[in-house]
Every structure is written in C-alpha cells, then in structure tokens.
T-cell receptor
Framework: QKEVEQDPGPLSVPEGAIVSLNCTYS??????FMWYRQYSRKGPELLMY????GNKEDGRFTAQVDKSSKYISLFIRDSQPSDSATYLC?????????FGTGTSLTVIP | SQTIHQWPATLVQPVGSPLSLECTVE??????LYWYRQAAGRGLQLLFY??????ISSEVPQNLSASRPQDRQFILSSKKLLLSDSGFYLC??????????????FGDGTRLSIL
C-alpha cells in the first residue's frame, strides 16, 4: 500500500464548477498535508498546506484534512480555465515526504 | 523571499555521455535539498537528499550521483547515461534543522531525453 494514494483522473469540468480533489493516506504520524499545482512542463508549485487536521481557505481554494478517515481534500470554487493543471497531494513525517501521483484537471471554458 | 533555480530546462544527450544538472537556492541558509525524478503516472521518485554540504543520502541505487559543494548548490551527475535515465528531474528545497518537516518547494525541472 502506498503512503499516499490519489485518483489520477483525468477530471474534466465546465468553467464555474466546484472541483473536489481527494487523496487517502496510511500513516497516522503524518504532520503536514500539502497540495501542489503543476502546469505542463513546469515544476510543482506549493498551493496550500495544513498542519495536522482541519480546514484552510485561500480565495477559491479550500484544503481539508480528516485524520479520522485519513482523507485529504482540495476544493476549488468557481473553477477557471487557468486552474487546468495536475494537482498533487503530499504528506510528511519529519523530512520524509510522500507524494500522490497527481490528478489531471481540465476546466473547459 | 526564497527562489530556486534549475538548469538547463531541456537537455538531449546521447547514450553513454556524462550528465551534470545544477540547482541553486537563494534567500535561505542551510536548506535541505532534494533531487526527484518524475515519470508520467508514477509520481515523484526521490533520488537523493542532502541536509548539509557534502552530506548526501541516496534513496535508489542507480546510475546517478549527487553532490553538494556549497550550502545552496546541489548537483546531479552521471558518468555514462542510459536510455532509462530519460525523464523529468526536479530539484526541491525545504527548511533544515527543526523545521525540516515544513513543505518543500520545487524548481521548474529539467526534461532529459536520452537518444
């Protein structure tokens, strides 16, 4: 079992839709939970992160961690074509980082 | 603010040739540095990480090596490239010491093609 599992998609939604991206993890010791956005031919860009559990909101983006079910979510409201990218979830314990394989999202104008 | 630079962005090399990819970080001291390879659909594979000058840990036995000659410089090398070394190579930095559990930040990667 991988430490962090992510549905690869692809996911295609119309502009303005609410997008839900999800990951599961197996290690109860994980501390930080991260979401990265990666555009084609670019490196991953840190989008949001939370420490331990709970929600964090930043504009149209909300990151959510449910430690009881070991579930990580990223919600995108009012999705835009510029949100089209691959989204990677990640978690860590100490300096050991574990990444999902990424979900490809396309927002259709 | 901190920035990370990786070059070159694209590289085409013949089989058997040497390799040197460079990564530098600005705006921070004593960072942890990482080299990853990203293959389509397979996520990020950690190749090497370093917690200080001259300190390299290898995660995967392979044809590659890494060095850290200066605090904010990380180099990925090979003496003889194989076809299987093709891929997208990413350098990342993170806080060192007690803050080493904080999120990593990535460069824009090098797309390496071996012919």
């Amino acid at each position: 079992q991988k430490e962090v599992e992510q549905d690869p998609g692809p996911l295609s939604v119309p502009e303005g839709a609410i997008v839900s991206l999800n990951c599961t993890y197996s290690n109860s010791a994980f501390q930080y939970f991260m979401w990265y956005r990666q555009y084609s031919r670019k490196g991953p860009e840190l989008l949001m992160y939370t420490y331990s559990s709970g929600n964090k909101e930043d504009g149209r983006f909300t990151a959510q961690v449910d430690k009881s079910s070991k579930y990580i979510s990223l919600f995108i409201r009012d999705s835009q074509p510029s949100d089209s990218a691959t989204y990677l979830c990640a978690a860590n314990t100490g300096n050991q980082f574990y990444f999902g394989t990424g979900t490809s999202l396309t927002v259709i104008p | 603010s901190q920035t990370i630079h990786q070059w070159p962005a694209t590289l085409v090399q013949p089989v058997g040739s040497p390799l040197s990819l460079e990564c530098t970080v600005e705006g921070t001291s004593n960072p942890n540095l990482y080299w990853y390879r990203q293959a389509a659909g397979r996520g990020l594979q950690l190749l090497f990480y370093s917690v200080g000058i001259g300190q390299i840990s290898s995660e995967v036995p392979q044809n590659l090596s890494a060095s850290r000659p200066q605090d904010r410089q990380f180099i990925l090398s090979s003496k003889k490239l194989l076809l299987s070394d093709s891929g997208f190579y990413l350098c990342a930095w993170g806080r060192g010491g007690a803050r080493s559990n904080q999120p990593q930040h990535f460069g824009d990667g090098t797309r390496l093609s071996i012919l």
